[in-house]
């Protein structure tokens, strides 16, 4: 029993993984349909699972949507890998700082005197 709890929390976190996936990257129309569809397949097997009584049928849907689970991390991680990456990822802190507006080095503006 407590293995289908886990899969069945483990489809809540697939489904919050997901929607942070599409924000980061908007996949291709037929790869974002296909997610979707398989997330959409995966709840009905984890409310199939809920509600199921008889072992034998119990063990074919945790089969199944462990199964489920395993494809949809793998794709949610293909989905990642083709996300760009933040602008604050591409930062070089080794870089030499911008300068200001105005300033050549070793040149003052105008308006200033030493």
């Given at each position: 029993m407590s293995k289908a709890r886990d899969l069945c929390a483990k489809v809540q976190e697939l489904?919050?993984?997901?929607m942070l996936a599409f924000?980061?990257?908007l996949p291709s129309k037929q790869f974002q349909?296909?997610?979707?569809l398989g997330q959409i397949g995966l709840n009905v097997l984890a409310k199939k699972l809920s509600?199921?009584?008889?072992?034998s049928e119990r063990r074919r849907l945790t089969d199944g949507l462990?199964?489920?689970?395993?494809?949809?991390?793998?794709?949610?991680?293909?989905?990642?890998k083709e996300a760009p990456k933040p602008a604050y990822q591409n930062h070089n802190p080794s870089a030499k700082p911008l300068q200001q507006?105005?300033?050549v080095?070793?040149?003052?503006?105008?308006?200033?005197?030493?």
């Open positions: 489904n919050r993984d997901l924000r980061e990257c349909s296909e997610l979707m509600q199921c009584r008889e072992l462990s199964r489920g689970i395993q494809i949809m991390e793998n794709g949610i991680q293909a989905l990642r507006p105005g300033w080095e070793g040149v003052l503006p105008l308006n200033q005197t030493k």
